[in-house]
């Protein structure tokens, strides 16, 4: 077994194609032991394919997936023991009571203390008044919490949780969150996957971008924030034929605007020099500025431009 | 202490089977209506045809009990196939998958769960029967070869009830499917002799697999004679189709759960 290392889990020159359709190409992965991870991107990008791939129920057609070392195609069967899933949409029999869906999974694990087990996540997720209800009766929050539950039953070490927030109410997004610090702190390594970039900001330690099946970028909330060009000026127009003239003057600026505000995003490298220059140029052809903010990018920003996604005029 | 040994296969196989008989259980469908509809079809024409059917010497009731047994396996297994089906394309398959348990096992929880609720089903369908008049002329060896052959049709229904539950996108898909075979006893000497049939249904009321099936269990219950061709192709279409459906989803288990 993997003696000293640090790493949980690593990908390497990862692909996966359905047919021509090539959806993983050449992904490069590395997750500390410990940390929470986030694969962030929009849907379709490979997230649930890099999921499915490290928790054994597919096989990549290349490169390499290792989990505590343990290859995920030649010790499938050795991985299985350390992981466990929570899949994209919660899968609990709906027939049977949060506890019995619990001591199921339970006695598949070989759980010998199964009751107490159950009992002890049932409190954890705040499910215990609603034990012995039928998940039918459940709520979408609760039921996302029985499954994620049910997936702690084998106390694996290593968590994938393939998104674990979409669809549900702010409330409930909000305890998925506070369940995600949680696992956290109880040592395990969560490896999760959303569209969400507050979400990636707030909980990960670490970020990687997916985008058309490669990694864009990765590294801390921070340092993501840092691989841009500092500054992020915004100027807000009037109207939109000025922002449209504006727009052109700037073209070799990236550029990103908001036209329900009037709104050009404009990045620099916040050297004086070009906000000077972003400013002489606007006022070379006399047009108003109604609102001038230099600011610190956002992760948002940093997706928008990372993965080249201008909101194109009409 | 949690890990998985080669010797917990069948443990695992018990834990998924229990899981399947507490899903028949608690789903209104499965148990209860596979056997009240075959009860009410019983008594229907018990009470309300029954005068008029002319059908020889036999009552009754003793002429469609084998029929209705028919009917009540056909009747459960829609939502059995619907169940499977869940399984396969809702994600449970994958939580089970990533755990370190046995593949097979899942199916033969499956399996197993389905069998003993066809059985169960049968035996209260034959218990009813018994209460509105169904009176066996048959002796101990006359009933095991009938469940016998009752048994083999429900292994041959359940291997097609897992095929559809494979082979359907989803679940309205496998319910659909199904149907059919709660229709098809009635187009078999099940309910009426073939020969009081048009003629197109009657050539396809007596060749299809329900009619030797029919005809050997109502002649092994009712102690009449049972003539070996009859037999023969009652166990010929069982075995055909314990082997074709068996065969078929066992392909489309492999290919969809090896990706």
Known sequence: MSEKTTVAITIQGLTKAYKNNKVLRGVNISVQKGSIFALLGSNGAGKTTIVKILSTLIHPDGGSAEVLGLDVVKQAKQVRNHISLTGQFATVDEQLTGKENLLIIGALWHVSDRKEQADKLLEMFQLTNVANKRVSTYSGGMRRRLDIAMGMMGQSSIVFLDEPTTGLDPQSRLAMWNIVKLMSSLGKTVFLTTQYLDEADYLADYIAVLHEGVIIADGTSEELKKTLPQGIIQIQFNNELDLKKAKALLDEYPIRDDKEINTLNIQTDSSAKAFADVLNRINEINIEILKFTPKQPTLEDAFLILIGEKKEDV | ????????????????????????????????????????????????????????????????????????????????????????????????????????????????????????????????????????????????????????????????????????????????????LGTLPFLSSGFTPTDTMPVALRIFAENQPMTPIINSVRALLLGELLDDRTLQLALFWCVLMIVIFYISALLIYKRRTTK
């Open chain 2, 1 to 180: 202490m949690r890990y998985s040994k080669e010797g917990w296969f069948l443990r695992d196989s018990i834990t998924l089977f229990e899981r399947c008989i507490m899903l028949a259980f608690r789903s209104p469908g499965a148990i209860g209506l596979a056997f009240i509809a075959p009860a009410s079809i019983m008594a229907v024409f018990v009470y309300v045809f029954g005068g008029a059917l002319d059908i020889g010497d036999v009552s009754v009731v003793d002429y469609i009990v084998p029929g209705v047994v028919l009917l009540t396996i056909g009747q459960s297994a829609a939502p059995i196939s619907v169940r499977f089906n869940n399984d396969m394309t809702k994600g449970v398959i994958d939580r089970f998958r990533a755990m370190p348990i046995a593949k097979s096992s899942i199916l033969i929880g499956h399996v197993t769960a389905t069998v003993l609720q066809n059985v169960i089903s049968v035996a209260a369908t034959i218990g009813v029967s018994l209460l509105v008049g169904f009176r066996p002329q048959a002796g101990l060896i006359d009933w095991l070869m009938a469940a016998g052959i009752m048994l083999l049709y429900i292994i041959a229904i359940m291997w097609l009830t897992v095929f559809v539950g494979l082979f359907a996108k989803d679940s309205e898909g496998a319910s659909s499917m199904m149907t059919l």
